[in-house]
């Protein structure tokens, strides 16, 4: 298989034709943080957290680097004003509903977020979809989805597949970048209030 040859934060990196460059930088050591991906699921982009500067053909742009092909003669920059200033915006708006997150909270030193700065709306689901792709993609359960849309968006597992399925399982659980136990509750309220939205109890 064909390599591309492509420098990353100034070093010299090779990656196989077709990767991402968030793969090519994993496979150099060069750490971009994601809350969305996971080496088993395909692509989501969905957290926009992994987000790079890409220079390439003289032309420079912000591009979401799990999704985004790596090329011969490119020129990526994992940190600068501008990167870090969009994964500080995203970290400040995740943390309005994922207060108490450790991982949340760790992102949120590095880039100087502001955990306070929106009004909290404590659903602790940042909708990263983990749980939701891993059902269905690895275990091909499909005992969990999405519920409703847009700010309103949700997760919930579905009764009649989860009381089957998940408490044999639980491999979604640790996956959840805000807590397992978010996993948890909207597993027991699930099964115990079929047909109801499920949303963890808000925090004061």
Not at 25 to 36: K, S
Not at 82 to 97: F, G, N, P, S, Y
Not at 119 to 143: H, P, T, W
Not at 174 to 183: D, E, K, M, R, V
């Amino acid at each position: 298989m064909s390599e591309v040859l492509l420098q990353i934060d100034g070093k010299e990196v090779r990656a196989t034709e077709g990767a991402s460059i968030l793969e090519a930088a994993c496979a150099a050591d060069v750490f971009i943080p994601t809350l969305c991906h996971h080496e088993k699921l395909e692509p989501h982009g969905g957290c926009r957290l992994c987000m790079v500067e890409v220079e390439e053909h003289g032309r420079s742009k912000l591009v979401v680097s799990c999704i985004y092909p790596a090329a011969n003669d490119q020129v990526v920059t994992t940190r600068s004003e501008q990167v870090d200033r969009i994964r500080k915006m995203i970290l400040e708006l995740l943390l309005a509903h994922a207060p108490d997150s450790e991982t949340l909270l760790e992102l949120g030193r590095e880039y100087g977020a502001d955990r306070n700065r929106f009004d909290k709306e404590a659903s602790f689901c940042i909708n990263c979809g983990l749980c939701v792709r891993y059902c269905a993609e690895v275990k091909k359960a499909d005992a969990v989805g999405f519920l409703d849309r847009g700010t309103r968006r949700d997760i919930s597992f579905i009764p009649e597949i989860a009381a089957r399925e998940c408490w044999q399982c639980k491999e979604c659980f640790p996956l959840c970048p805000t807590s397992a136990l978010q996993a948890a509750y909207v597993l027991v309220s699930s099964l115990a209030f079929p047909g109801a939205r499920h949303q963890a109890p808000s925090e004061c």
